[in-house]
């Protein structure tokens, strides 16, 4: 599959391996895809994530979802609805253990090959890319076709995506647009 991604598209997925290695993940996440793609200039999925002074805000949003161990609203309202508070849980956790505890990011998980591998979420997202790619008949997968992927894997990334009004709909017709122009 790697040898239908663009130059755009390859650079995105090691700039995310990248991001995991800077953060000290053991895998790639969805996230760090995302943020793969908040570097990007003058690609395809950087047009559609315009404009540029959002980044701020989204990579906001992302440590902020971190910090909740990577839950989504609907699942803090789920577990609100059993009497759960994680806001109380996440200040008592890192009160206790320091600010971003639950991140889930450790250093210590034992035997590690050297090469990042990518989380079952992330190999979704770039297999769902491929999928995106066929259904609007493109030759290649594009960094585009990978934001296309996140909007719609659903999570906390979409989830961020969308509170940023970055939908399946809104970069579908900015890639269009662009493609037309």
């Not at 997925?13 to 991001?19: G, L, M, N, R, T």
């Not at 890192?94 to 590690?112: C, I, V, Y």
């Not at 017709?173 to 037309?180: H, I, L, M, N």
Request: hydrophobic residues 45%.
């Amino acid at each position: 599959m790697f040898e239908r991604f663009t130059k755009a598209a390859r650079t995105v997925v090691k700039s995310a391996v990248e991001h995991a290695e800077r953060g000290g993940a053991t895998v790639v996440t969805p996230e760090h895809l995302l943020l793969a793609l908040l570097d990007g200039e003058g690609t395809r999925a950087a047009g559609a994530l315009c404009p540029p002074d959002r980044r701020p805000s989204l990579v906001a949003a992302l440590t902020d979802a971190r910090r909740r161990a990577g839950l989504s609203r609907a699942d803090e309202e789920a577990l609100a609805d059993l009497g759960i508070d994680v806001g109380a849980i996440v200040a008592r956790v890192e009160e206790t253990h320091g600010e971003g505890a639950l991140a889930g990011d450790r250093k210590d998980s034992g035997w590690w090959s050297g090469r990042r591998s990518f989380s079952r979420e992330a190999k979704t997202v770039l297999e769902k890319s491929l999928r995106v790619a066929l259904a609007r008949k493109d030759r290649e997968i594009g960094d585009e076709h990978i934001l296309l992927a996140l909007t719609t894997t659903g999570g906390v990334v979409a989830e961020v995506l969308a509170d940023h009004g970055v939908t399946y709909a809104s970069v579908d017709t900015a890639v269009s647009g662009a493609a037309t122009a």
